[in-house]
Structure formats: structure tokens, C-alpha cells
């Protein structure tokens, strides 16, 4: 696996605030990883620190072979970085169709190929963003971050506060997210056990520190590990 992401000993956070301490990865093209941790841990300053919205303070960040720290913030959607952060974002006054096509750049994912992913989106084309359900906003979140056809896929907790049916259904796109469509996948969700297994590596913060670097079914696998870090988050 080509090497896509690398952080080393990488330190961020916030003006003066340190949030992220010493962290190192390493992500191939297309391959996935659970980020995980308890409210307040640094997992969304991790994302954060990609985009350029945080501090970087010290470390390297190498991605797709340049040094990310040189890459401005407003210009690494474009450089292969797809977020799709917790609140969304997306455009309430454009409808489903325009929201995706007003960032369209191209690549293997086209319009078409997004409303094959998401069939519900194609139902609700020409509806207005401000008109979607809350499971539907995050089809249209995470088809919008596809249309900029990334090479890494930053989720950020997807299935936070959806009906248990659309997280299943959000469960299966994932999963064929991370098995076949050869993009690389960091997916932020408090729920271990139900996206340890969509994943092949895992990495665990507890107060910025990365605990837990290493694969996937091992951190499921084990109890203690998961229970400690996790509490009752991990079930
Ligand atoms: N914009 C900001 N400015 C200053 N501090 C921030 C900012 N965003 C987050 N923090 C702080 O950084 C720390 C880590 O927060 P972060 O949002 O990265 O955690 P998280 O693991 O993603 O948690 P959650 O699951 O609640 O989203 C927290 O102490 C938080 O208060």
C-alpha cells in the first residue's frame, strides 16, 4: 500500500492551548482507520489540524508527498482532503443537486455515481438542503466531500443522533466505502464496536495522547483495552 498520510510527532491545538501531543501515523491509499476516544479527547482537532483550522506547532505532516504544513488551509480541499465535519455544513438554500454539483471537481465520482451510492439523494434532487432529514443532511454532507473526489475521507461522527435505520444504512455505505472504492477513510465515531469492524487500523486518544496505535481487530478483540479507554462509549 503506497503511503497517502503520515503524521510525526506531530503537536496542535488551539492559540496557546496544546491539544494534540506526539502524534504519529501512518495511512496508505485506501486504507481506513477508526479514530477513537471520549468527548473532548482531540479527535476533532486531529481533523482540524489536516484542514488547517488548528495550530500546527511542531511536527510533520506529509500528504500525497508534500509537506501539508506548507499547504494553505483554503486550499487543501482541492489538494485530495475531504471533510466531512460534525455539523455538517451543508448548503440550506441550494437544492440536494446543486449542493453537489457547486463542488464537483473531476474523478471517478460523478454525480451519477454518488446518487448510485445514495439513492435517497437522487429521490430528494431537487429539494433544499434546509428540507432534508437529519440522516439525509449527512448523505448529502458525506456525497459532497465524495464529488471533490478526495483521496482521504475525514467522517466525523456520521451517525450522531440519527434513527437506527439510517445508521445501518450509513453502516453499509461506509463499508463499501472503505472496501472498494479505493479512498482512504478516517472515521471519528464514539461507538467502537460498531465501526472497529469497517476499519483496518485503529487509533485511540485520551487527553490528546494516542494510547492505542495498531490494528483494528486486535482493539476489538480486547475487552480490558476497550472498556479502559473507552468506558461505556466502546459498546
Ligand atoms: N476552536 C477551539 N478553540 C479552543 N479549544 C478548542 C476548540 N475546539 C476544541 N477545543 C478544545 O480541544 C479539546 C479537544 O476537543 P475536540 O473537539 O478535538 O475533541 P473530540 O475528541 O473531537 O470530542 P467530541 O467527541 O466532543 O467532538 C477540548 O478540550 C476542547 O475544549
Known amino acids: 500500500?503506497?503511503?497517502?498520510?503520515?503524521?510525526?510527532?506531530?503537536?496542535?491545538g488551539y492559540g496557546d492551548a496544546v491539544v494534540l501531543e506526539?502524534?504519529?501515523?501512518?495511512?496508505?491509499?485506501?486504507?481506513?482507520?477508526?479514530?477513537?476516544?471520549r468527548n473532548g479527547m482531540?479527535?476533532?482537532?486531529?481533523?482540524?489540524?489536516?484542514?488547517g483550522a488548528a495550530r500546527h506547532r511542531?511536527?510533520?505532516?506529509?500528504?500525497?508527498?508534500?509537506?501539508?504544513?506548507?499547504?494553505?488551509?483554503?486550499?487543501?480541499?482541492h489538494s485530495g482532503l475531504g471533510w466531512v465535519p460534525q455539523e455538517r455544513d451543508i448548503f440550506p438554500s441550494l437544492t440536494v443537486e446543486e449542493n453537489l454539483t457547486v463542488v464537483a471537481t473531476r474523478g471517478p465520482w460523478t454525480l451519477q455515481r454518488v446518487y448510485e451510492m445514495f439513492p435517497r439523494l437522487k429521490e430528494r434532487r431537487g429539494n433544499m438542503g434546509n428540507q432534508l432529514s437529519g440522516g439525509e443532511q449527512q448523505m448529502l454532507a458525506m456525497g459532497r466531500a465524495l464529488m471533490l473526489n478526495?483521496?482521504?475521507?475525514?467522517?466525523?461522527?456520521?451517525?450522531?443522533?440519527?434513527?437506527?435505520?439510517?445508521?445501518?444504512?450509513?453502516?453499509t455505505i461506509i463499508q463499501r466505502l472503505t472496501e472498494d472504492s479505493g479512498m482512504a477513510i478516517i472515521l471519528?465515531?464514539?461507538?467502537?464496536?460498531?465501526?472497529?469492524?469497517?476499519?483496518?487500523?485503529?487509533l485511540v486518544l485520551e487527553r490528546g495522547k494516542a494510547v492505542y496505535r495498531g490494528d483494528s481487530e486486535t482493539l476489538l478483540n480486547d475487552r480490558a483495552l476497550l472498556d479502559g479507554w473507552l468506558g461505556v462509549v466502546a459498546h
Do not use: Y
Open 188 to 202: 471519528v465515531e464514539q461507538h467502537a464496536r460498531q465501526i472497529l469492524p469497517l476499519t483496518r487500523q485503529a
Open 1 to 12: 500500500m503506497p503511503e497517502l498520510l503520515t503524521l510525526e510527532n506531530v503537536w496542535a
Open 58 to 77: 511542531s511536527g510533520a505532516i506529509r500528504f500525497a508527498g508534500r509537506d501539508l504544513t506548507r499547504v494553505p488551509a483554503h486550499a487543501r480541499a
Open 150 to 171: 478526495p483521496r482521504l475521507l475525514l467522517l466525523d461522527e456520521p451517525m450522531e443522533g440519527l434513527a437506527p435505520l439510517i445508521v445501518q444504512e450509513l453502516m
Open 42 to 51: 482531540g479527535k476533532t482537532t486531529l481533523f482540524s489540524t489536516l484542514m
Open 22 to 37: 506526539d502524534i504519529s501515523l501512518t495511512l496508505g491509499e485506501g486504507d481506513s482507520l477508526s479514530l477513537l476516544g
